[in-house]
T-cell receptor
Framework: GAVVSQHPSRVICKSGTSVKIECRSLDFQATTMFWYRQFPKQSLMLMATSNEGSKATYEQGVEKDKFLINHASLTLSTLTVTSAHPEDSSFYIC?????????????FGQGTRLTVV | AQSVTQLGSHVSVSEGALVLLRCNYSSSVPPYLFWYVQYPNQGLQLLLKYTTGATLVKGINGFEAEFKKSETSFHLTKPSAHMSDAAEYFCAVSETGGFKTIFGAGTRLFVKA
């Protein structure tokens, strides 16, 4: 299947700094990628839909100035957590969809564990 | 709007026993349904999916699920549990041909020796 690579897998940063997480589709082009956030022992919550060459679409309640998404190429989307605070500590996962209609399938990155201290 | 309800945040079975993880969905259009597995600190792996056609879907690692429209259910089963099946399982729904995927709260499966 298609491979989605997410980097870094773990990051620890100081409160007030910014952190960038990369999501790459390694063997396919992804016009649309998705960013999820997962709190401990909870489900994945969709944060935003990242569209190549245009602005991301954020879900209700997600601060777009806090979580900056850039999808500058067909194989790379980045999520930047700006001025991070301890409450931003979480597991962030990206995914990219391949195919159309009944053949569609979403592939997920391995996730990034962000810890803000 | 679509939603997914997974009954039971934790399920415990003995090795060799039947695994049954329950999922009910709500969708105003014919849904696409998925089951994913997640191991600690890892991303999600697709177990199986239903889009159209046969309502009994077979996936990887011996898992299968049956789409029952009348019951709006998509329960996941495996005849015989293995220790390696211990993980978090997520049921998910998306609109027909749509992009956005909505996840259930997840069910943690414990397998006892």
């Amino acid at each position: 299947g298609a491979v989605v690579s997410q980097h870094p897998s773990r990051v620890i940063c100081k409160s007030g700094t910014s952190v960038k997480i990369e999501c790459r589709s390694l063997d396919f082009q992804a016009t649309t990628m998705f960013w999820y956030r997962q709190f401990p022992k909870q489900s994945l919550m969709l944060m935003a839909t990242s569209n190549e060459g245009s602005k991301a679409t954020y879900e209700q309640g997600v601060e777009k100035d806090k979580f900056l998404i850039n999808h500058a190429s067909l194989t790379l989307s980045t999520l930047t957590v700006t001025s991070a605070h301890p409450e931003d500590s979480s597991f962030y996962i990206c995914s990219a969809r391949v195919g159309l209609g009944m053949n569609t399938e979403a592939f997920f990155g391995q996730g990034t564990r962000l810890t803000v201290v | 709007a679509q939603s997914v309800t997974q009954l039971g945040s934790h399920v415990s079975v003995s090795e060799g026993a039947l695994v049954l993880l329950r999922c009910n969905y709500s969708s105003s259009v014919p849904p696409y349904l998925f089951w994913y597995v997640q191991y600690p600190n890892q991303g999600l792996q697709l177990l199986l999916k239903y889009t159209t056609g046969a309502t009994l879907v077979k996936g990887i690692n011996g898992f299968e699920a049956e789409f029952k429209k009348s019951e709006t259910s998509f329960h996941l089963t495996k005849p015989s549990a293995h220790m390696s099946d211990a993980a978090e399982y997520f049921c998910a729904v998306s609109e027909t041909g749509g992009f956005k995927t909505i996840f259930g709260a997840g069910t943690r499966l414990f397998v006892k020796a």
